[in-house]
């Protein structure tokens, strides 16, 4: 196991229960909390990165996204959900385990052909970078990857993101 690895998986936290009876919410807020650590992360998320755009994820998402940007000297994109963006936006749906949810990007905030990676902290169902990738093509962006901080295999997020580079700094 790498340093990188064993320093992440240290610092996040397993609640049980969270946020309802019978889910293990994964806490990265421990992991956030030691610079070192956090600062660890960045750098393996910006590693190698040619890109015109950062995409975050609200809400957890902004919080890895934005300093990646930052890092590599690219703009910051947020996706948000939905009704949170000022001004036209495209949307798009996804399914959650009950119902679904909306999110949104500025129909304004690519140039053609922008070259776009996506950050998130989490890929469970997959079905929130899904949709972030489809809105990101409409959008007339190029998704050059997805990556995200810790992969939950066991949901086969991966499954639904066929032909994107996906990469996770830790798979559990
Ligand atoms: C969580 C997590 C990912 C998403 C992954 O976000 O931060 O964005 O779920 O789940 P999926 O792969 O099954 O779509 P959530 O919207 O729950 O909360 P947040 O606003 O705190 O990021
Ligand atoms: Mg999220």
């Known amino acids: 196991m790498s340093d990188l690895t064993t320093t992440i998986l240290d610092r996040i936290r397993d609640v049980p229960d969270y946020p309802r009876p019978g889910v293990m919410f994964k806490d990265i807020t421990p992991l956030l909390g030691d610079h070192a650590a956090f600062s660890s992360v960045i750098d393996a998320l910006a590693d190698g990165l040619a890109v015109d755009k950062i995409v975050g994820i609200e809400a957890r998402g902004f919080i890895l996204a934005a ?3 930052y890092r590599v000297g690219a703009g910051f994109v947020p996706v948000r959900k939905k009704g ?8 798009a749906s996804y399914d ?16 053609p052909g922008d070259r776009v990676l996506i950050v998130d902290d989490v ?13 990101i093509s409409r959008a007339g962006a190029q998704v050059v990857g997805v990556s995200v ?21 830790v798979v559990v």
């Open 67 to 69: 300093p990646v940007a």
């Open 84 to 91: 949170k963006l000022p001004a036209e936006a495209l949307e």
């Open 96 to 111: 959650l385990e009950y119902g679904s949810a909306v999110i949104e990007v500025h129909s304004d905030a690519f140039s």
């Open 123 to 135: 890929l469970a169902t997959g079905g929130t970078a899904q949709a972030t990738v489809e809105l």
């Open 149 to 169: 901080l810790m992969e939950l295999a066991f949901l086969n997020g991966r499954d639904r993101l066929a032909g994107v580079d996906l990469r996770a700094l």
